[in-house]
């Protein structure tokens, strides 16, 4: 979004009131009528109405895109063909078909051609000329001129009256509670007359959604100014089109629309903001809706940018239902924090598409006061709209209740639904923490073919889900499909009810975070278990006999070796033979979705492929095992424990029920897993003896999620149970308990815990299986050397992901690492993958700050050739905890995650003197080349961290495969600011060369940033960081502080082929006042520049004078005193008319002496700056006596130059050399005296463009 100035015609003046105008050729390969001629087209200025409210609305002109079909058909044929001349093409797009005739038309014709995506690369056959129409198009094709000045330019060869506006607009990359003002907002779009009303138009807006989106290109089409005023501000309060303007303030207020919120129909009903702040914890607003309209939402962490908090999904924060034309929102307050809030819709109308996906339409600020109490989530219910929805009335259900919502005081509430077709009805009773089995004992359902009774009785006050579940009889497919759900507060006084009878419908020993968990496991890893059989019963001739506990012929425990786990890599995909069971009776639940939602992959699995999951009863562990493992004819013994394994570690506790349980029974063992009696060794034990497979029960203790580095293990504490099964003649461990325990899956500063089947328990290594189980008998070790228990209680703590990621210890083998100083832990990762490591400290107290810094600071890693170096030096005497975390570099963002590897215990018994301080506040704990410098290809010789200075300099040389864009910091613990001006840039062919002037003794950090300047993307990835230390007494110059990133080439720089010639540092450092910097240039380009103090500000352009050469240019500066001064170098081609001079290059100059008087060089107009040189005079002193001041001077392309004394006009000759000769006398007196020089260029040498200006005083 560039700041491009309004114009008033596309015709530009330049100073020395020169008229230069876009000129069309007159050629055409078609047929152009004689008579058609473009400059008579536009009516006179004087008939152009004041920017106003228009009178009509958008649907005025139209009903339908229907109604350009055959205009845009036209243009889809004008897209594919080339012209000679931009006259053929006007004539050719507006005004050779019959189809476009009226001024909607054309501006239907300009609008879809401008934002088709099938345009040739080259419209034109011919090479354009510089400042004619062709040119101006060509360079829109190639993304050099805006959208909005090219549709002023078709509009005005047409006959349409247009306007650019140039303002601020909320963009795709704007959040809600933005500052609207800032640059990279700005943005500039069309008002075009019609019908004596201004209406206004988005082409570049509507090019990028017609890519994707049909109907939000057809939005930013003549849009009603009520409605984009919502995201597009214009500068101009008049062009806003509106009765009462708004300000930039009202404006940032407004909430961030989106196009399909007017696509759909919707309006504001309450709560016309963007930022949502509560100090109370609830807030309700509602959205008007003209026809049927389905919501969905999201919300986010606006630290994290997950939808998950605490384990619990944020969606469970927000109610919402849709009746009588609103859509209700209530949003309950998470933690308190900062979130973002997305509404999706679509609209469900008859005629609508049913697979249509849901678009966004709306995005809100959330703000959470630490004042506010924490809420509880709704009810784990399907869906995220509660009361009856378009779902319902396609099962042929109409419920009685309408609104999503039931409030009562009574025990019970009765729902009646009317059907009009024979339907089947299920119910389902819901309560956050309250178990599934005791609360369907609450439901009663009376079911015919015309009506359905439901009566729910609620057992105590608080909140319940009633889901309602329906099924086509006559159907093939007998499964429940969800169609309805309500919340119902029950709000009566519960003083008689006794706490055995709460705790019957609690779920065992559970906090809220836990009961969420056991949901999730039953589709842990994204694994859905479903039952493929059809018969639950085993035939009456199946048996089962146990395997004697006690069989001397079993092979005692012995080291595995290491070819036999291999086995564990080949484990065949089985999990489709496991079932999930539950004891309730025989249903089908379908979860019923829009899978082709937009919204899908952002609302976890609420719009997901539809799970189909089949719940059975089994009545004895016969019926169990025939449906596991023998109806499926399943013999070996891998695979049998396979099964056995994944249905053990996903199963809830309380699932596990039978028919008849006899006492001494196997059923009686499986049950005990859900009252505790039972541990999962002992079921694992009991599945296996039954299945014919030979397993023990292995009894120590293990390291669990609370136990710390170095924790003694005394008697009866962490005892713990797992089993050993035999898998072709050798003992592999399998811990079915550990495996459903939660994996830490982000940095420690968050307490957020992701849980999911742990893999490693299954078939552990036994080398890996030590480091958290340690068995009494030392033999199911299956080591040699057996480990001794100090040993066991002293290594370091090594979680699963350690394991699956190939990581080795290196350094210290030992949970507890004692440092007298600074302290360097070394692991090792496979150096043919790419890893990101990252770590975290905390104090004896469990604090992760000391006196206001982060703990971390005091640490940094290097990660190089496969080995990974932590190095700490930690600022106080104390026991500190040192977490580390790693993950491997996948290419989907949900596998991409930090996890837990290792733990250590750090005891510092002494600190450095001076006390240790933080490193350098760079942006990464990891120093050296980083991910993005290998994805961008880098290389490097400087791959260490650390590199020292040698006379107060250091230097990183970085080779690239192509040119790149660089950008640098430098940065020193307790410095605020950055140290701009130390780090200098060289580019020598691919290899550039970053030189670090040290600004003292100390450490500092410095950053670099890369960005490929053939993309689109403005953001620079930081590719790099390094450590400099500089152990000298060093004289450093000190520099003013500038912005960083303000010296040094610019990204224009590359774009446009210039090369920084004779300074290619930024800093300069000048023994005397005068100064010449060259600047190579590929193409013709006009310069300017700007000169100033950099302490005051004081302005010095008059001392830089510009002297253009054929490849290039020399700038020339007479300083005017000693000093720091900042010069801004910026230029443009020729060929860009955009009004736009983008910076280039900006230096910072020290000046140490002055040699001698500085004068004011003359003042230079915009001709001059088009290739124009001065060989003499570059000064012109003043006099008391007449002198003859001689010319000569290089001005290309001029037909006439002459120097005006005055009003004396004096003409220079043009010599051979082309250089334009003369002498202009000039009398001596004490007045003010200014001299002109001026140039006539074309067939009108009467008129004069100024070129320079001398002012002599």
């Known amino acids: 979004m560039g700041g491009l100035e309004p114009l008033e015609c596309l015709t530009r003046t330049l100073p020395g009131h020169v008229n230069l105008s876009i000129q069309v050729k007159s050629t055409s390969k078609m047929k152009v009528p004689p008579t058609f001629n473009l400059e008579s087209l536009l009516p006179p200025n004087n008939d152009i109405p004041p920017p106003r409210k228009s009178r009509m609305r958008k649907t005025d002109l139209y009903d339908s895109p229907n109604k350009f079909r055959a205009v845009d058909d036209h243009v889809t044929k004008v897209s594919g063909v080339n012209h000679r001349s931009f006259r053929g093409f006007i004539w050719h797009l507006l005004h050779s078909s019959q189809h476009v005739r009226t001024d909607l038309e054309k501006v239907r014709a300009i609008y879809r051609w401008m934002t088709t995506k099938n345009r040739p690369q080259q419209i034109f056959e011919n090479k354009a000329g510089q400042n004619t129409a062709e040119f101006l198009v060509s360079e829109f094709q190639r993304a050099r001129a805006s959208h909005a000045q090219v549709f002023k330019l078709f509009c005005l060869f047409s006959g349409l009256h247009c306007k650019i506006i ?127 309209v389905k919501f969905s939402h999201r919300m986010t962490c606006a630290e994290t940018g997950s939808d998950h908090l605490n384990g619990q999904q944020l969606r469970k924060f927000i109610y919402h239902d849709v009746q009588s034309g609103r859509g209700t929102f209530a949003l309950r307050s998470p933690t308190p924090g900062i979130y973002f809030l997305k509404l999706f819709a679509r609209s469900i109308q008859e005629n609508a598409p049913r697979d249509a996906r849901l678009h966004e339409v709306l995005e809100y600020k959330v703000q959470i006061d630490n004042a506010c109490i924490e809420d509880d989530p709704l009810p784990d219910c399907w869906d995220n709209t509660w009361g009856p929805t378009d779902r319902t009335e396609r099962m042929c259900l109409y419920p009685t209740q309408k609104r999503g919502s039931i409030k009562t005081e009574d025990k019970s509430i009765r729902l009646e639904v009317n059907k009009t077709r024979p339907v089947n009805v299920f119910c389902r009773l819901l309560r956050n923490g309250w178990r599934e089995d005791m609360l369907q004992k609450c439901v009663k359902l009376q079911d015919n073919d015309m009506k359905a009774y439901i009566e729910v009785k609620l057992p105590l006050s608080g909140e319940y889900g009633v889901e309602i579940f329906g099924c086509f009889p006559n159907k093939e497919d007998k499964t429940y499909k969800h169609v309805c759900q309500y919340l119902v507060t029950c709000q009566r006084h519960d003083d008689d009810v006794s706490e055995s009878f709460i705790e019957s419908f609690l779920l065992p020993s559970q906090t809220k975070t836990q009961q969420k968990v056991e949901k999730q496991e039953v589709t842990m890893n994204g694994e859905v278990f479903v039952d493929a059989s059809d018969n639950t019963e085993a035939p009456p001739s199946f048996r089962i006999t146990p395997l004697p506990d006690d069989d001397d012929s079993l092979p005692p425990p012995r080291p595995t070796e290491a070819e036999v786990q291999v086995r564990k890599y080949s484990i065949p995909d089985i999990e489709q033979h496991v079932q999930s069971v539950d004891d309730e009776k025989d249903v089908d639940i379908e979860e019923w979705t829009d899978e082709d939602d937009e919204s899908s992959d952002e609302k976890s699995g609420e719009f997901s492929k539809p799970i189909l999951v089949r719940e059975h009863k089994h009545l004895t562990l016969r019926d169990l095992l025939w449906n596991l493992i023998y109806s499926r004819r399943i013999q070996d013994s891998l695979t049998k424990a396979r099964v056995l394994f994944m249905w053990l570690a996903t199963i809830k506790p309380q699932d596990v029920t039978f028919d008849s349980v006899d006492a001494g029974s196997p059923e009686e063992s499986l049950r005990g897993l859900g009252s505790g009696r039972t541990t999962y060794a002992m079921a694992f034990h009991t599945l296996s003896k039954y299945s014919d497979l030979h397993s023990k029960v292995i009894t120590g203790v293990a390291k669990g999620m609370d136990y710390k580095p170095g924790q003694p293990l005394v008697p009866g504490s962490n005892h713990h149970t797992w089993n050993v099964v035999l898998i072709g003649g050798v003992w592999h461990f399998v811990d079915t308990r550990f495996a459903r325990r939660p994996v830490i899956s982000n940095l420690t500063n968050s307490s957020k815990v992701q849980y999911e089947l742990d893999d490693h328990f299954f078939m552990t290594n036994p080398e890996q299986f030590i480091y958290t189980h340690f068995p009494d008998d030392p033999q199911w070790q299956l080591l040699d050397p057996h480990v001794t228990m100090e040993e066991f209680c002293n290594m370091p703590v090594m979680t699963p992901h350690f394991f699956a990621l190939g990581l080795d210890v290196c350094s210290h083998r030992k949970a507890d690492v004692v440092s007298k100083g600074e302290t360097e832990i070394v692991l090792k990762y496979p150096h043919q993958k790419v890893f990101h490591f990252t770590f975290s400290v905390h104090a004896g107290n469990g604090s992760e700050d000391f006196q206001g810094t982060k703990l971390n600071r005091y640490g940094m890693l290097e990660a190089h050739n496969g080995f990974v170096t932590f190095r700490l030096r930690l600022p106080n005497v104390d026991s500190y905890a040192f977490f580390v975390y790693a993950k491997e570099e996948m290419t989907t963002k949900s596998d991409s995650m930090f996890a837990q590897v290792c733990e250590y215990r750090i005891i510092q018994e002494n600190v450095s003197s001076p006390p240790s301080i933080p490193y350098p506040p760079c942006a990464y704990q990891s120093w050296g080349p980083g991910v993005a410098f290998h994805q961008f290809g880098l290389k490097t010789a400087s791959v260490r961290s650390i590199i020292k200075t040698t006379n107060g300099m250091a230097s990183v040389e970085v080779v690239s495969p192509k040119t790149m864009q660089f950008r640098t910091r430098l940065v020193q613990h307790g410095e605020k600011a950055e140290f701009e001006g130390y780090v200098t840039c060289r580019l020598q062919d691919l290899t550039t060369v970053f030189v670090v002037t040290s600004p003292g003794k100390g450490e500092f950090g410095l950053e670099i940033y890369a960005k490929d300047p053939d993309t689109e993307t403005k953001k620079m990835r930081h590719v790099a960081q390094y450590l400099i230390l500089c152990e000298e007494e060093v004289q450093t110059v000190q520099l003013p502080r500038l912005p960083s990133g303000f010296l040094g080439p610019q990204p224009m720089l590359l774009k446009y082929g210039v090369a920084a010639v004779s300074h290619p540092d930024p800093v300069i450092h000048a023994d005397s006042n005068n100064l010449e910097i060259k600047f190579s240039t590929s193409q013709n380009m006009r310069f300017t520049t700007s000169l100033s103090e950099t302490e005051s500000k004081r302005d010095c352009s008059d001392y830089v004078f510009i002297q253009s050469e054929n490849s290039g240019i020399t700038l020339l500066l007479t300083l005017p005193n000693s000093g720091f001064f900042t010069l801004c170098v910026h230029g443009n081609p020729f060929t860009d008319n955009s009004q736009q001079i983008p910076g280039l290059f900006n230096y910072l100059i020290h000046c140490k002496n002055t040699v001698k008087e500085a004068l004011a060089y003359p003042k230079q107009y915009g001709f001059w700056k088009e290739g124009c040189s001065m060989l003499q005079p570059l000064t012109i002193e003043p006099s008391l006596h007449t002198v003859l001041v001689p010319f000569k001077v290089r001005v290309p392309r001029a037909a006439t130059v002459a120097v005006v004394v005055n009003k004396d006009w004096t003409a220079l000759s043009l010599g051979e050399d082309g250089v334009w000769e003369g002498e202009i006398q000039l009398e001596g007196n004490q007045e003010p005296t200014k001299i002109v020089l001026v140039a006539s260029y074309g067939d009108d040498e009467l008129r004069f463009a100024t070129l320079l200006e001398y002012n002599i005083e």
């Open 166 to 292: 140039v303002g601020h607009a909320k963009g795709k990359d704007y959040r809600p509670g933005e500052p609207c003002s800032q640059e990279r907002f700005r943005h500039c779009w069309n008002a075009v007359l019609l019908n004596g009303n201004w209406f206004l138009i988005d082409c570049k807006w509507g090019t990028r959604s017609s890519k994707t989106d049909e109907q939000t290109s057809e939005y930013y089409f003549l849009s009603d100014p009520d409605q984009l005023l919502l995201s597009h501000l214009s500068e101009d309060t008049t062009w806003q089109l509106v009765d009462r303007p708004i300000t930039m303030n009202e404006f940032e207020n407004l909430p961030f629309v989106k196009p399909h919120f007017y696509a759909c129909g919707l309006h504001f009903v309450s709560n016309m903001k963007c930022v949502m702040e509560t100090k109370r914890g609830h807030v309700r607003w509602e959205i008007g809706t003209k026809s049927p």
